[in-house]
């Protein structure tokens, strides 16, 4: 959770290395070209600031406008991208390969270092409020679906197409299938 400035700013040097080439020559060529990757780090940039800004909203005005600020910038980008994600939901470290379709229930709680492939959703079941808890270093496949109030351990990585509908606490594993289940 962001919470102050130097965390803000943590956070972003951490996602900023996925999207921006270290290359200066590569960055330029990136930017006018406008790689899918230019478009998804500016989302990402305002959702963390968004984050930053909600955090803080009770300490000041200031901070609640730009709150809202950051926020309808954020949503309004996300539209167009096809992206949906509250604040809150990830820990440092997210990385999204491709934009379009990506949902994600404000509820939800996912760990660090978490990639998403594209057509995603990370929701509740429609039965409940409770969402999922996803754990760091997981990987979400093309087409992944996880839904419910389940939780998914650390370092896992999940199949395209996937739909998770129950827990898997064991580190390490690969999943998929529908519904899924343990493949290695």
């Given amino acids: 959770m962001i919470e102050n400035k130097k965390d803000l700013k943590e956070t972003l040097r951490i996602e900023r290395a996925k999207y921006v080439p270290a290359k200066v ?6 930017f006018l070209c406008y790689n899918k990757e230019v478009p998804i780090w500016k989302y990402q940039k305002l959702l963390r600031k968004t984050e930053y800004h909600y955090n803080n909203k009770r300490r000041s005005l200031w901070h609640s406008l730009n709150y809202l600020f950051y926020r309808r910038r954020k949503n309004r980008l996300g539209s167009k991208l096809g992206i949906e994600i509250w604040e809150n939901s990830f820990a440092e ?27 995603n959703c990370i929701g509740n079941d429609g039965k409940s409020l409770d969402a999922p808890v996803i754990g760091d270093n997981v990987e979400i496949g093309v087409g992944a679906k996880i839904i419910g109030g389940i939780r998914i351990a650390d370092n896992i990585i999940i199949g395209g197409g996937a739909v998770v509908v129950s827990s898997f606490l064991e580190s390490g594993i690969t999943i998929g299938g529908i519904p899924a289940h343990k493949l290695k």
């Fill in 93 to 119: 470290g997210l990385q999204i390969h491709h934009s379009g379709n990506i949902v994600v229930n404000g509820m939800a709680r996912i760990g660090k270092n978490c990639q998403l492939h594209g057509s």
């Fill in 25 to 30: 020559y590569d960055r330029i060529v990136s």
